[in-house]
């Protein structure tokens, strides 16, 4: 496909919107506003059962298909006028094959100046929708996740159940792949005896397949001039719907009571993992405490003076691409939403630049995929000059362009993420040894014998955790990094450029070039050759710049980066080792093999770390993903990626490779 048409075609015909692929309106003309609340808030009786929520309780929808919001945006404005109870939630899945551009979502939903605030929310964080999952937050305790691909395909990787389902496709005369049994026959499977659903089409054959997969059918009166629209309950007991196969029961979501609100979570780390976490549980009202062995907040990894917000992109999918994908857009709205653009960052844009044959052959693969322009394009020697405001000494240089890449000051995400009344943070506090004890964890600080008393704990504290779980130590890499901050030089680098090492524009009269990797290397010391290091990586392509550096100008920071052997972070629950190996011994003879032990997780305890070298695109996702564990809540990432990041994998693996 045309990486033109990654967004949805869409014509305008006497300025009603209509679908190129569906060749249908996305909304009725007499009112695109009256129709959705009639049809799905009406029909799914969404007033009364928000108001019957109590506190702590959430409410899911489910939605076919987003098309142009008004769905989300008209039940966004009923939750926020209902008369509910406080600390109450709303959780909005959506699905989407063909997203709208942003411009065409605006001009759209724009037709309806009622909805002008709820638009504005929307529009600012509507934006590098790359297929996977999104999730997008707005105020009044309400999350979006948006999810982009295939509803068919996508349904399977959701691991929660749905209150209210609105069936919101085009015509099943022109999209039946949306209504076919098949498909809701797995919106079944994500159903509970009260799940309700609604839909404007009264389609016979629609009617039978909802029947068919257990839902009782009730035919109403439809809006406007179509006659009627169809609505009803799932009923449990008529029907067994198929189900995917379930996971493996080391990977199962733990069954742990929910966490007492009145109960603060205690996280070990005050980096952009701990920060990150803090503020995904702080924002669901939870009160956490941190404590950080070092004078103050992002003293290690993330205290560099500037990072750049890069993904690990394949054009051959995978887990860690997905993982990219979604957290690209959450970390880049997160720093704009948080950050003084030009004082805390830049959305300057990145250069990568194929510096080689391996990446030159990644990038020619990378931009053949169908992804949107906005997020990446190819540029040849003169377009790298006129972005970067650089001469390049190197004659055949090309690369790829992300026109939304940027530089930003990790301390300063990680400040800001920690200012939040719910959040405590206790520096010069090293917590040395960790037990389970009666319901509670223990920390206990060095030579102090009264522990600290928590229900829930999370380890933020990268390699260091290995010291409070000696069973982590072999599944941990550290990695000692360089960075090189050069001052009192002008430069009109415009761009973050990434080839060997990556250099980014000046701030403040400063700019960074980095990173060296080191294994087995323990010292902190800044040490000149790693300067020198770092400054080699772009002496061929910026030797007019390289000159003008001289060794008084330059300082830096070393620190030790946290990986795992897939380079993938480590996020969720752990078992407890010896007696995973004692329940799942049979995977050292077979790889499949067929288990059904409960896993026996440490109770109430979290992981979030090794988030290597792009700690600041995945960690603070990876925040909201364990936020979502804690709370019960449904996921912003997709089972393969929640299963992929399990901490328990690396057990796994060693029990099937113990060479590894």
């Not at 169809?230 to 929910?258: D, E, M, V, W």
């Not at 719910?422 to 010069?428: A, E, G, P, R, S």
């Not at 260091?464 to 090189?484: C, E, M, N, V």
């Not at 020198?532 to 060794?551: D, G, K, V």
Request: with cysteine.
């Amino acid at each position: 496909m045309d990486k033109q048409q990654y967004y949805a075609p869409i014509e305008w015909r006497d300025n009603v919107a209509y679908s190129l692929i569906f060749d249908d309106i996305f909304f009725s003309q007499a009112s695109g506003i009256e129709e959705k609340r009639y049809v799905f808030h009406q029909h799914n009786n969404l007033a009364e059962r928000f108001a019957k929520l109590k506190a702590r309780e959430m409410f899911v929808i489910g939605e076919s298909g987003f098309g142009s919001g008004l769905n989300f945006l008209t039940t966004l404005q009923l939750w926020r006028n209902a008369q509910r109870t406080k600390h109450t939630s709303l959780h909005f899945i959506s699905f989407e094959k063909y997203p709208l551009a942003p411009a065409d979502l605006r001009k759209i939903v724009s037709q309806f100046p009622e909805l002008n605030a709820e638009l504005e929310e929307l529009s600012a964080q509507y934006y590098l929708l790359l297929p996977g999952y999104h999730r997008l937050t707005f105020a009044g305790d309400v999350k979006l996740t948006l999810i982009i691909g295939d509803i068919q395909e996508q349904l399977a990787q959701l691991n929660h159940k749905i209150d209210a389902w609105f069936l919101d496709g085009f015509s099943p005369v022109k999209n039946n792949e949306m209504w076919n049994l098949q498909l809701l026959n797995e919106i079944a499977v994500h159903c509970h005896s009260n799940t309700t659903f609604a839909t404007y089409t009264a389609n016979s054959q629609v009617r039978r397949n909802l029947e068919a997969v257990g839902f009782t059918v009730q035919k109403g009166l439809g809006f406007a001039n179509k006659r009627n629209l169809l609505f009803g309950q799932f009923n449990l007991h008529k029907s067994q719907p198929t189900t995917k196969k379930i996971p493996r029961p080391y990977y199962a979501t733990p069954n742990f009571p929910a966490h007492d609100i009145t109960q603060r979570i205690a996280i070990i780390g005050a980096g952009i993992s701990g920060a990150a976490t803090a503020r995904a549980l702080a924002d669901r009202g939870y009160s956490v405490v941190i404590f950080e062995k070092n004078a103050q907040s992002a003293s290690e990894a993330s205290g560099n003076y500037q990072g750049m917000l890069y993904g690990s992109w394949s054009a051959f999918g995978g887990a860690m691409m997905e993982l990219s994908c979604s957290a690209y857009r959450f970390s880049h709205y997160l720093v704009r939403a948080m950050l003084i653009e030009h004082t805390d960052f830049a959305s300057c844009g990145l250069i990568q630049l194929g510096h080689n044959e391996q990446q030159i052959k990644r990038n020619q693969q990378l931009i053949q995929t169908n992804l949107p322009a906005e997020f990446i394009s190819a540029v040849n020697k003169a377009q790298i000059e006129q972005l970067a405001g650089f001469s390049v000494s190197t004659e055949e240089l090309d690369g790829i362009y992300f026109p939304d890449g940027m530089w930003l000051k990790p301390p300063r995400l990680v400040s800001e993420l920690l200012k939040h009344p719910n959040i405590k943070l206790i520096t010069d506090c090293e917590i040395k040894q960790i037990e389970y004890n009666t319901n509670h964890w223990l920390l206990y600080e060095k030579d102090k014998p009264t522990p600290h008393k928590v229900t829930s704990l999370v380890l933020c504290n990268a390699h260091a955790a290995a010291d409070l779980i000696p069973d982590l130590a072999p599944f941990l890499r550290k990695i000692r990094g360089q960075t090189t901050v050069v001052e009192n030089i002008s430069t009109p680098l415009k761009t973050v450029l990434c080839g060997h090492g990556y250099i980014t524009p000046v701030n403040q009269k400063k700019f960074t070039m980095g990173a060296t990797f080191q294994f087995n290397d323990e010292s902190l010391d800044i040490r000149m050759q790693d300067h020198m290091e770092n400054i080699a990586n772009f002496s061929t392509i910026l030797p007019e710049l390289i000159r003008q550096i001289i060794a008084k100008n330059l300082s830096g920071k070393a620190s030790f980066r946290t990986s795992t052997h897939d380079y993938l972070p480590l996020v969720g629950p752990l078992a407890d080792y010896a007696q995973f190996n004692q329940d799942y011994a049979k995977l050292t003879k077979d790889k499949n093999a067929w288990l059904n032990t409960p896993c026996n997780y440490l109770p109430n305890l979290w992981l979030n770390l090794a988030h290597g070298a792009k700690g600041l695109l995945t960690a603070p996702l990876c925040g909201e993903i364990i936020a979502d564990y804690i709370n019960q809540s449904p996921h912003s990432c997709s089972e393969d990626v929640r299963i992929a990041l399990h901490p328990n994998r690396v057990y796994v693996r060693k029990l099937i490779k113990p060479e590894s």
